[in-house]
């Protein structure tokens, strides 16, 4: 079977446990909150993805290389809920190839 080109799969585990395998275009210039939210997942990314708010909050659960947070994520992590060191806003993760197969878990609301 080959690999769909521009296409990972990332998974993602939802708040009541619920693994879901996720297929995640590499060339549309998505993030992690808007992939969620177009499976429908409970990511609310109400600022729009501005690193504005903490409502896309995720845990990187797979070991993957993962850039620096910038100022305004460290910010924004600093007044969320149930933060760990894993935290990430899924708006500041662009979807590329280097991160095919990853893990994360929707990080508890507050």
Do not use: W
Not at 47 to 75: F, K, Q
Not at 77 to 98: M, P, Y
């Amino acid at each position: 079977m080959s690999k769909v080109e521009n296409m990972i799969t990332v998974v993602v585990t939802d708040r009541d446990n619920k693994r879901h395998e996720l297929d995640a275009p590499t060339d549309m210039n998505m993030n992690m909150m808007e992939l969620c939210k177009s499976y429908e997942l409970p990511v609310e990314g109400t600022c729009g993805g501005m690193a504005m708010c903490a409502s896309c909050h995720i845990y990187v659960v797979s070991s993957h290389e993962m850039g620096e947070r910038s100022d305004n994520e460290e910010d924004m992590l600093d007044e969320a809920f149930f933060v760990e060191d894993n935290s990430r806003l899924g708006c500041q993760i662009q979807l590329e190839d280097s991160l095919d197969g990853l893990e994360v878990k929707l990080a508890p609301v507050g």
